[in-house]
């Protein structure tokens, strides 16, 4: 099952690679990673994407806490949570309709003679659909941001 698990972390040199080492360490994966300045300048913030049954992230957020750097952890999956993710998708010009980057809630971030960059912002479900949908379109290029997530509920990652 996939988990979105969230962290504050010192804003620190080393405290990202000792949270990515704990995940290699243990065998565990990490399918996407997001860290971001707070707007306490002396925290990051990350998200990231994992893998596992209820067993293994709890074993993920019991061994995430223990880290020095680290001064909380949630579990975005416990409850409601609200997912997004940017997709940018470059194309050549003449190889993709108009009217399906509209029907797909695409926006086009840039367009010139010869490209079109086109954003897309949605789950990870959802922006997996709109990849298959533009598959035969030939995108020349794909960038995803991975997953980000916040609680819908007074769960707050906040100290």
């Known amino acids: 099952m996939k988990r979105t698990v969230a962290l504050l972390m010192e804003n620190q040199p080393g405290a990202l690679s000792r949270v990515v080492g704990l995940f290699s360490q243990r065998g565990y994966n990490i399918e996407s990673l997001i860290v971001a300045a707070t ?12 893998t ?4 293994v992230i709890e074993q993920i957020t019991k061994q995430l806490n223990k880290l020095i ?11 409601d949570y609200v997912e997004r993710e940017l997709l940018l998708v470059k194309f050549l010009h003449e190889s993709v309709n108009k009217e399906v980057i509209k029907e797909l809630n695409g926006e086009i971030v840039f367009e010139n ?7 897309f912002v949605g789950t990870s479900k959802e922006l997996d659909q709109v990849l298959k949908d533009l598959e035969s379109s030939n995108p020349l ?3 995803r941001t991975g997953a980000s997530g916040i609680s819908s509920n007074l769960k707050t990652l906040t100290i």
């Open 113 to 119: 003679n010869e490209l079109l960059n086109i954003q």
């Open 141 to 143: 290029e794909i960038v």
């Open 52 to 55: 596992g049954d209820q067993k």
């Open 69 to 79: 750097d680290v001064v909380k952890v949630l579990d975005l999956g416990e409850s």
């Open 39 to 50: 707007e306490d300048s002396s925290l990051s913030r990350l998200t990231m994407t994992t």
